[in-house]
């Protein structure tokens, strides 16, 4: 029963085998015995001991492979697998082995896939099992308990033949309760690549190796002169801080033959983290950033690995070639966005890295073309398209053709290999996910090169932002196969170069043909309509700046940034940052600006009214216009017509009044409009309005004014006329007086006479005093001298 349930191909066990099938036939043997009394089975039910079936138990025990060493041996090596078995059922496995058996080879790239689709199914047929002095036993292994396994074995005892791929499985047998023979529990095939001779023709391969990352940096400068950067996050410090993911990158990269594959944007981020940068806060106080050392020590390390090594800068910010085939070149300028960022991406990455790139080729997400991706693709410039083999169906052909091939119009297309380039997809954090994706993509390449002995270049572009355990899946299998016999590291520029197969596909897809899961992730027209608003704001403004470059640079490259492909999947998020440049541009237009005026009352034919401009800016600002026009001319005329101009020029964080000369008709209510232009007539900023009130003075009401003004000068005259005849009266009289006062003695008794008089005549003319009346200020005057020392008010 034991042999009927084992693999198919399972050659005879040794002495251990024997004894265990020795002791299950004798502890059955009373069961059998009881079986004899009992009434005869249907034939239907009957089978007799030697009758094949399947363990009920299959797959209860998992197997995994976490490490193969050497990954593609040699004569002499040995070979080394490490991993787990775990016992997933919920019987107790014992008397369990576990060990390594060779497949049949591999002859073609598809028997590949179908071996690494079905690693764990214990029904396809397994090759035989190595002697048992290459396995391990386990007593016991209980439920839920993982143990693990090491399995040395010398490469003469793996009875490898020709040269290719073979399959290598690691199987776990034992018993459970329910069943007490020996069965397999579970099984994990591998691949074992097997070329131990230098190959004739080695295949010349490209690797690609990208550093690419999300967008980090927002439109907003610091006022500064150094224009301090603002970083909507600090999760790109992480992402290059030691450990993380770039910074493993450059480290893993550096030790490869690779074509460094690289967005400027990265560069342009790091460099400005290495100076003074701030990170968005929650309010309207930025933070302050603290990873300038990490900065500087990445960029150093970047330098370092890329010295004689070939560089490709994308354009910047890695723009979605396929959205904007798809869904911008309807909109107006979103070309010369494209444009833009591959003119910039040579002079960023040669000021960072010291270095001179190429920017000849355009990536398109995963590869994936039709004739509209290469037209855009190819309008900035590039003459290669990277494409995937999953785009080109190659038909008719036993073998992979080379990478390139001409598709018309001068362009070339590089088509890189699909199962090598997605071979380290998924979560390679698990040692036995990474160990299987390590021999897979050397058993692919290996199989490729045994296909002919014609001189192929294959070129492998693994996904844009490769994880930290993907890129250290893909470092030991780079290392492995550029180590090995049958590969030759080869740059990308070389690899476009090489002579193209006759037999290659050159037709582009069809637009029908392009892949609709792709098609569902890319950025919508609406995306690349923002950008075009924002980049007619942008031009409206920067005319007016005396120093531009501080607003047109952050704004470009931000507007580049907007087009990323790594938005791809995150519309709500690239909503946002697209919606955050153009609200910044938006306040920033807006520092510059008429200041409110309220009603002003003009009264006479002309007077003046002052318009003040405002610049809250840090630079200052020039060439702009500023015209004030009358609503309704024929009652108010500015500067003698409808309207006036006046030039504005304003330094920056000042005001200046602008003075207009304006003319009244009529009188009643004017309505003026005040509005900033550029010198190319465009409305800059919004208009202020406000009314004039026209008063305007008769010649009645002047003949009037003058009348009054002349009854005051002559009531002043005869006022002052007045006082000075009274002086000069009180004077004479004053004199009259001293001469009587001086004839007085000698003449007492005339001088007595004349008092009496006065006296009655003053009683006569006065009246009864009455109690209401007031006191009087003055004595009585006398006509007489008065007497020595006597005063008399007057």
């Known amino acids: 029963m034991a042999e009927a349930a084992d693999f198919q191909g399972t050659r005879p066990s040794p002495a251990r085998r024997w004894l265990r099938r020795t002791g299950t036939l004798l502890a059955g043997a009373p069961l059998l015995a009881g079986l004899l009394q009992l009434p005869a089975a249907s034939p239907a039910g009957a089978a007799g001991p030697d ?194 993911r770039l910074d493993r990158m450059v480290a893993l990269g550096r030790n490869l033959g690779v074509t460094w594959v690289i967005d400027p944007d990265l560069l342009a981020s790091v460099e400005a983290m290495a100076a003074r940068y701030e990170i968005l806060g929650e309010g309207d106080e930025n933070i302050v950033g603290g990873h300038q050392s990490v900065a500087k020590r990445w960029l150093t390390e970047v330098q370092q690995a890329v010295v004689d090594e070939e560089v490709v800068a994308l354009p910047f910010g890695d723009p979605d070639l396929a959205s904007l085939a798809h869904n911008g070149t309807s909109v107006t300028g979103s070309l010369s966005h494209l444009k833009e960022a591959t003119e910039v991406a040579s002079n960023v990455v040669e000021s960072i890295l010291h270095v001179t790139p190429t920017t000849d080729f355009a990536w398109p997400v995963n590869g994936a073309i039709d004739p509209s991706v290469v037209r855009v693709a190819t309008s900035a410039g590039a003459d290669t398209v990277i494409a995937r083999s999953d785009t080109f169906e190659e038909t008719g052909l036993p073998y992979t053709t080379s990478a390139a091939r001409p598709i018309g119009g001068g362009t070339t297309a590089v088509v890189a290999d699909a199962r090598l380039s997605t071979a380290f997809q998924g979560d390679m954090t698990k040692a036995s996910t990474s160990a299987l994706a390590v021999q897979r993509f050397l058993a692919q390449s290996l199989t490729l090169g045994l296909q002919t002995d014609r001189q192929r270049s294959v070129v492998v572009a693994p996904q844009r932002t490769l994880s930290a355990s993907q890129a250290q899946t893909m470092a030991e299998a780079i290392g492995i196969l550029q180590g090995g016999t049958w590969s030759e590291s080869q740059d990308l520029t070389a690899a476009a170069g090489a002579e193209p197969d006759p037999g290659a596909t050159t037709e582009v897809p069809r637009a029908s043909a392009y892949p609709s899961s792709l098609r569902k992730r890319e950025l919508p027209k609406a995306t690349f309509e923002q950008i075009a608003r924002t980049q007619a704001k942008l031009d409206r403004f920067k005319v007016i700046l005396a120093r531009e470059s501080r607003v047109v640079t952050p704004f470009g490259r931000a507007l580049n940034r907007g087009m990323s492909v790594s938005w791809r999947g995150r519309q709500s998020e690239a909503a946002i940052y697209r919606s955050g440049v153009e609200s910044y541009l938006d306040g920033l237009i807006g520092q510059v600006r008429l200041i409110d005026k309220s009603e002003t009352k003009l009264s006479g034919r002309s007077a003046t009214i002052p318009v003040t401009v405002q610049n809250n800016l840090v630079q200052g600002v020039e060439k702009l216009v500023l015209r004030l026009t009358s609503t309704n001319p024929t009652r108010l005329e500015i500067g003698g017509a409808a309207y006036e101009e006046q030039p504005v020029a304003v330094s920056g964080g000042h005001s200046q009044s602008v003075k207009f000369t304006t003319s009244a008709n009529a009188n009643g209510r004017a309505t003026v409009v005040a509005q900033l232009y550029t010198e190319d007539g465009d409305k800059y900023g919004a208009p202020v309005t406000f009314d004039v009130k026209v008063t305007e003075i008769t010649a009645t009401v002047m003949l009037v004014i003058g009348g009054g003004v002349l009854l005051l000068v002559l009531a002043g005259f005869r006022m002052y006329t007045q006082r000075k005849r009274a002086a000069a009266r009180e004077a004479e009289e004053q004199e009259d007086r001293a001469d009587e006062d001086a004839d007085g003695p000698q003449n007492p008794a005339a001088h007595e006479a004349r008092l009496s008089q006065e006296s009655a005549t003053g009683s006569r003319e006065d009246g009864p005093e009455q109690p209401s009346d007031p006191a009087p200020d003055t004595a009585p005057e006398s006509a007489d001298p008065s007497g020595t020392g006597e005063r008399v008010d007057r």
């Open 51 to 244: 009758a094949p079936q399947a363990p009920a138990e299959s797959g209860s025990v998992s197997v995994s492979v976490d490490s193969l060493t050497p990954g593609a041996p040699g004569e002499g090596d040995t070979v080394t697998v490490t991993g787990t078995v775990t016992n997933k059922g919920k019987q107790t496995v014992t008397d369990a082995h576990v060990g390594l058996r060779v497949g049949p080879l591999l002859d073609t790239r598809s028997g590949i896939d179908t071996v690494a689709k079905n690693g764990d199914d214990l029904q396809s047929t397994v090759g035989t099992e190595i002697d048992d002095k290459y396995s391990q036993e386990f007593t016991r292994l209980t439920p839920g308990v993982s143990r693990p396994f090491t399995l040395s074995v010398p490469v003469d005892e793996l009875d490898l033949g020709q040269d290719g791929v073979y399959e290598l499985a690691v199987s776990l047998a034992g018993e459970t309760s329910a069943q007490p023979w020996e069965q397999p529990l579970g099984i994990q095939r591998t691949f074992l690549p097997w070329k131990p001779e230098e190959a004739g023709t080695k295949t010349k391969t490209t690797v690609m190796w990208p550093l690419i990352s999300t967008v980090h940096m927002t439109a907003q400068t610091g006022s500064d002169e150094q224009q301090t950067p603002v970083f909507h996050d600090d999760e790109l410090a992480k992402e290059i801080s030691p450990g993380g």
